[in-house]
């Protein structure tokens, strides 16, 4: 593991400017069963709760999920993983917010093939 995924040291609430490290994060997390995974993830649970938190605002403030997309486009790689993550969607928390983030990018009327594909993914 590279430093930065043992990264131990208390820093702000997260933003979006953060998804880079979450996403590396999440692909670290998912190729690993280790104690030393676990630790790190029980480490970052409560920033990671924070992140997804502040995702969601981000995902409810803009009017479509293409618009979503285009301004994060990580964002489907990194829900995707932690969806398969069993650590993370052990706790209800960060499931809950998960499924919201998920919920919120759901179009009910998609109008092209981003929002297609994102609901055909969703379900």
């Given at each position: 593991m590279?430093?930065?995924?043992v990264q131990q040291t208390a820093e702000p609430l997260p933003n979006i400017q953060e998804?880079?490290?979450?996403?590396?994060?999440?692909?670290?997390w998912g190729q690993a069963e280790s104690t030393r995974t676990?630790?790190?993830?029980?480490?970052?649970l409560s920033r990671l709760r924070?992140?997804?938190?502040?995702?969601?605002?981000?995902?409810?403030d803009v009017s479509s999920t293409t618009q979503t997309m285009s301004r994060l486009p990580l964002l489907g790689q990194f829900l995707g993983r932690l969806c398969w993550n069993p650590h993370v969607t052990a706790d209800s928390s960060s499931r809950g917010l998960l499924l919201q983030c998920l919920l919120a990018l759901y179009s009910e009327h998609p109008s092209n093939a981003v929002e297609r594909k994102s609901n055909q993914w969703i379900r």
């Amino acid at each position: 593991m590279t430093e930065l995924q043992v990264q131990q040291t208390a820093e702000p609430l997260p933003n979006i400017q953060e998804m880079p490290f979450w996403l590396e994060k999440a692909v670290a997390w998912g190729q690993a069963e280790s104690t030393r995974t676990r630790k790190d993830i029980s480490l970052h649970l409560s920033r990671l709760r924070d992140f997804l938190q502040e995702l969601l605002k981000q995902i409810n403030d803009v009017s479509s999920t293409t618009q979503t997309m285009s301004r994060l486009p990580l964002l489907g790689q990194f829900l995707g993983r932690l969806c398969w993550n069993p650590h993370v969607t052990a706790d209800s928390s960060s499931r809950g917010l998960l499924l919201q983030c998920l919920l919120a990018l759901y179009s009910e009327h998609p109008s092209n093939a981003v929002e297609r594909k994102s609901n055909q993914w969703i379900r």
